[in-house]
């Protein structure tokens, strides 16, 4: 059985509203990503030195990352050689199963993708990342999610540097029913945080959600910022923050890898956020993050709506990419 009908079996055995977000949220990606691949397979017969140069480069557009590009290749070289495969249109069937691999690793998807949250303790999530990645927004879908899954869940307004955010998660915990606390614009975050945790403790909350600034003069300055607020949550909760997120825009692609890599430097980031994935072309951004930088993806970001903040799956993500050339396949057969 080829790795596609392995791979088509068992999304469908997952939930078809999941696949369907995936399939419409990759649409850009997969237009831009799935014309190309065909039009290279079309181009080339036979499995050559140009035929992977090309894929590389393919790869390389739709901002997989170098470095994961090369290791791919090389392993996608080996492959070939090692089932002797001569036809072009079987590469395509060895590459997705080598993105799921380079994804997963070997260890299992649960356990890299999943919030660390467990019953009975005061979970504590960080949220950081610059202005205008979507971080509020992501914030309130993220609290929304949690609710409706029976969570008890309070917002910590901890961006008093930024005009209007306050405000904005305010209008989130409205919507979604969860209240935040918060001080006035411009007084200290880690003091804000210290009375969110007050509050969580006091109100025996299953999950606190923090909010950070996202710019200040400079980038010293935010950082230092962000471990004073880090150092009065573990002060007041050992071992908390339990989850750091880094929230990117898919959109601004390389620039997005060169944040994570400042964040991760200086905060210890347990997970990406990836926001606006459905408004770009260029969604190999995933792979990039987890093969660069060992970070794994833990939501992605396909829609406007609430429950468009979904938990990012390795395999809906290849299928969300290669299931144009999956179906077409099904129709040859």
């Known amino acids: ?19 369907e977000k995936f399939k419409e949220g990759l649409t850009k990606t997969r237009d831009s990503f799935a014309g190309k691949m065909n039009d290279l397979v079309a181009r080339y017969r036979k499995v050559d030195e140009e035929f992977f140069e090309e894929l590389e480069e393919l790869l390389i557009s739709a901002d997989v990352g170098v ?30 199963e080598k993105l799921v691999e380079i994804y997963q690793g ?18 504590v999530i960080l949220f950081v990342g610059v202005n205008g990645v979507g971080k509020t ?3 309130g879908k993220l609290a929304h999610k949690l609710k409706s899954e029976g969570n008890s869940v309070l917002l910590a307004a901890g961006d008093t540097f930024r005009a209007g955010a306050i405000e904005q998660l305010e209008v989130w915990g409205d919507r979604v029913g969860v209240d935040v606390i918060k001080q006035s614009e411009g007084s200290d975050p880690a003091a804000v945080m210290y009375d969110a945790v007050q509050a969580a403790k006091a109100r025996q909350v299953d999950v606190l959600l923090c909010d950070t600034a996202g710019r200040l003069q400079n980038k010293v300055n935010l950082m230092k910022e962000l471990e004073k607020v880090k ?12 989850e750091v997120l880094l929230v990117l825009d898919a959109t601004t692609g390389q620039n997005a890898m060169t944040q994570a890599k400042q964040f991760s430097q200086t905060t210890d980031v347990s ?5 606006k994935l459905d408004g770009t072309a260029k969604g190999g951004i995933v792979l990039a993050i987890k093969g660069e930088l ?24 290849v299928y969300g990419l290669f299931s144009g050339i999956i179906e077409a396949q099904e129709e040859n057969e």
Do not use: C
């Not at 059985?1 to 997952?14: A, C, G, N, P």
């Not at 090369?70 to 079987?90: A, H, P, S």
């Not at 997970?271 to 926001?275: A, R, Y």
């Open 271 to 275: 997970g990406i956020v990836l926001t």
């Open 294 to 317: 060992d970070i794994p993806v833990k939501f992605v970001g396909l829609g406007e709506k609430m429950d468009d903040l979904q938990e990012f799956n390795t395999e809906q993500y």
């Open 231 to 242: 150092r009065v949550i573990e002060r007041e909760i050992p071992g908390a923050p339990h």
């Open 67 to 96: 470095s994961t590009v090369m290791d791919l290749i090389d392993e996608l070289k080996m492959e070939v050689k090692r089932q002797n495969i001569q036809d072009t249109k079987e590469v395509q069937a060895v590459i997705s």
């Open 1 to 19: 059985m080829s790795f596609f009908k392995k791979l088509k079996d068992r999304i469908t055995q997952q939930t078809d509203a999941v696949t």
């Open 106 to 123: 070997n260890v299992g998807e649960e356990q890299i993708n999943k919030l660390d949250l467990q019953p009975g303790r005061l979970n």
């Open 137 to 139: 927004t992501t914030i």
